[in-house]
């Protein structure tokens, strides 16, 4: 196996590999793994353990009051204004997937980026539903209460979607995302790419 070198620009290169780029730091990767935690969390005890339910549901709040602070202030690819794109680059986006020539993007595509917020948006709703069924206000009032239901349910549902999209675009464009969202690092961009 030729042995790793480092080149003028500092990224490491192998004879046999594409050379690679930083793309998500440390921030955005923990912030990931462990909202997907809190999630999976929240909803495995949603009817066994109050205790735990209510933690994983503020863990999930917090760390998306972090990403919000951290998409203004973080690192390119992190921020907010790097990925996010009007409905009509969105529908675009889609239309070119469905003709098979969506352009691949070193951050989030204008369908991830999308569904990267609403995500974050319907998971806060849930928190913050589920936070006010403890209140004397809300306690025991039906559309709270259907509210955190629905907006759980339609986090699983969206999930189902961001992992689709997430092997969709892994198989076009002949990487793997997910490694990606582990390592924090991509093929660099080539001709054709929006970086
Ligand atoms: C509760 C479940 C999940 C939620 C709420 C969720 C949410 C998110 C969010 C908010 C981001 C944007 C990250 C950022 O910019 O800070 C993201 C990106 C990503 N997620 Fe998830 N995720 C979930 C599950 C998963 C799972 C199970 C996988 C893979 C096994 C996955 C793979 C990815 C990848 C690869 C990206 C980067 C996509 C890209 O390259 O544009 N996600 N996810
Ligand atoms: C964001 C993560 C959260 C998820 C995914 C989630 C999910 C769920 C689900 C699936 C249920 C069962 C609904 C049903 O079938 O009736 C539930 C119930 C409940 N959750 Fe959450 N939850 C979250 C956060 C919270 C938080 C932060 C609190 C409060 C501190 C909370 C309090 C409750 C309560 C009191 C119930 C039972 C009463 C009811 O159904 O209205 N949840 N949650």
């Keep these: 196996m030729p042995k790793p ?3 003028e620009t500092g990224t ?6 594409h050379p690679t780029v930083r793309v998500w730091d440390w921030v955005v990767r923990v912030f990931h793994w462990s909202l997907v935690a809190s999630f999976a969390t929240a909803w495995l005890t949603a009817h066994s353990s109050e205790d735990i339910h209510h933690l994983a549901g503020y863990a999930a709040a917090a760390l998306i009051a972090l990403r919000l602070i951290w998409g203004i202030v973080g690192t390119h690819y992190a921020r907010f204004s790097q990925f996010t794109r009007g409905p009509r680059a969105v529908i675009g986006y889609l239309r070119a997937i469905v003709t098979g020539s969506e352009a691949r993007y070193i951050g989030h595509n204008p369908a991830g980026g999308a569904m990267v917020l609403t995500l974050m948006a319907i998971m806060f709703v849930t928190a913050l539903t589920g936070w ?3 209140t004397d206000q809300f306690w025991g009032v039906e559309w709270v209460s259907q509210a955190h239901e629905w907006s759980a349910k339609a986090i699983l549902m969206l999930v189902f979607v961001h992992l689709a999209g997430v ?3 892994s198989v076009r464009h002949h990487e ?3 490694r990606a969202m582990l390592t924090g690092r991509k093929r660099m961009a080539e001709p054709g790419d929006v970086a």
């Excluded at 490491?12 to 590999?17: H, L, V």
């Design 167 to 169: 092997i969709v675009a």
């Design 132 to 134: 006010m069924t403890t």
């Design 176 to 178: 793997n995302l997910i």
């Design 5 to 7: 070198a480092r080149t």
């Design 12 to 17: 490491i290169t192998r004879p046999d590999a």
